[in-house]
């Protein structure tokens, strides 16, 4: 399926008179992943079943639910997992009656309207010491030597780490966000396009694209609303009066508006105004979809 993707994409490119780019040939360290889709595959308690593989001893860290869709086995730093995607039924949570507004930064993680604020745990910049010593060692080894293959799999290793503990921070956060409001509020950033800026090792270490895409996946599971606002003058306006102006952010952390003499912290007043911002976006969608149903009338 790859390959017949891949070129199908290149025939594709080559009627449009596009620069075609023959696919070029994958080796056998390219791919770490096999999947199977819908069929070949069965589960148990302790077995797994693939077919022109075989019954696989494995450790299922929780009971299947749902209807089971594909099976994908991931080599990852010579361990060997397998993910299920089943089909469930959304689970939504009662109402809380709580809206929040949630604005990010490389200081704080993030900070709510609510005056609360995460930390941001630092997870590449903690680790970068260690990664920095096996890196040398690595740059040190010959190409194809044994002692290389090791080298390379410590520091992949601790790559892995890292990323874990980001996923596990990020989905401590957003089912914390999900759980305790019915609206949650973000900034629409152009993440991928700040990540090649002075601040790339930040914004990559703290991972603001990964952390809205499990919101967006968690809201939609549990009946949740999440909305993403424009980021313009945010941090610049007033939550109070509204006055505008590169002036009234006088520090880093410190918001004085120069037209009515509020003060707050800058982040916290920027989550104000997501808030702000995204509360009437929801109200007008309301609307729109209380005049479509069938016992409203767009003349009443």
Known sequence: ??????????????????????????????????????????????????????????????????????????????????????????????????????????????ITSDGEFTENPRHFQRSMKALRVKQ????????GSNRRKKTK????????????????????????????????????LNVSGMGRGNLARSIHDVGWGQFFSLLSFKAASAGRTVVAVDPRYTSQACSKCGHTCRENRVSQSRFVCQSCGHTANADWN??????ARALP???????MRGLRSPGIHSGE
């Open 1 to 110: 399926k790859r390959l017949d993707k891949a070129f199908k994409a290149f025939f594709r490119r080559v009627k449009a008179g596009q620069t075609p780019g023959y696919p070029r040939f994958k080796g056998a360290g390219w791919y770490d992943s096999i999947c199977y889709p819908q069929s070949g595959f069965s589960v148990s308690e302790k077995t797994a079943f693939f077919s022109k593989i075989g019954n696989i001893r494995i450790r299922l860290h929780r009971p299947l639910e749902g209807k089971l869709k594909t099976a994908t086995i991931t080599r990852e730093c010579g361990e060997w997992y397998v993910s299920y995607v089943c089909e469930v039924e959304s689970q939504p949570l009662p109402e809380t009656g709580s809206s929040v507004g949630v604005d990010v930064g490389t200081t704080y993680f993030c």
């Open 136 to 143: 040398r060692s690595l740059s040190r080894k010959k190409r």
């Open 281 to 287: 976006s929801v109200q007008n969608v309301e609307v």
């Open 270 to 275: 920027a989550a104000l105004n997501i808030l």
């Open 153 to 188: 799999a410590a520091v992949a290793k601790l790559h892995r780490k890292v990323a874990r503990q980001r996923l596990d921070f990020h989905h401590k956060v957003a089912t914390k966000l999900i759980r305790e409001n019915d609206l949650v509020a973000h900034e629409d």
